[in-house]
């Protein structure tokens, strides 16, 4: 079983920056790749970005390239995602998500974490 805990999210001006963490309990953290959906008000769960089990590849959605970096640290079970020049639209929800290989994390993820409110005001 595999448990994931989102933090890091709150309220940021637009153009400021934001770090959301991803705790992940379960001895075979380093063996899933990690990402972050997103959903915004009346709008359907869309994929951001998305990290191999290694860290050696990574997946974005050409609306965060550039500004969004995803990182993980497999000594302590954690996948981060750092935001930079928010803007309002960036406005969502933040899922962290698993899944056993990179593919299938942007298709179906395995494991979904309970979301975390991310707000960017302009």
């Known amino acids: 079983q595999v448990q994931l805990v989102e933090s890091g999210g709150g309220l940021v001006q637009a153009g400021g920056s934001l770090r959301l963490s991803c705790a992940v309990s379960?001895?075979?953290?380093?063996?899933?790749?990690m990402g972050w959906f997103r959903q915004a008000p009346g709008k359907e769960r869309e994929f951001v970005l998305a990290?191999?089990?290694?860290?050696?590849?990574?997946n974005y959605a050409d609306s965060v390239k550039g500004r969004f970096t995803i990182s993980r640290d497999n000594a302590k079970n954690t996948v981060y995602l750092q935001m930079n020049s928010l803007k309002p639209e960036d406005t969502a929800i933040y899922y962290c998500?698993?899944?056993?290989?990179?593919?299938?994390?942007?298709?179906?993820?395995?494991?979904w974490g309970q979301g975390i409110q991310v707000t960017v005001s302009s």
């Open positions: 379960g001895r075979t953290f380093s063996r899933y790749a």
């Open positions: 990290i191999s089990w290694s860290g050696g590849s990574t």
């Open positions: 998500a698993a899944a056993k290989n990179l593919y299938g994390l942007t298709v179906v993820p395995d494991y």
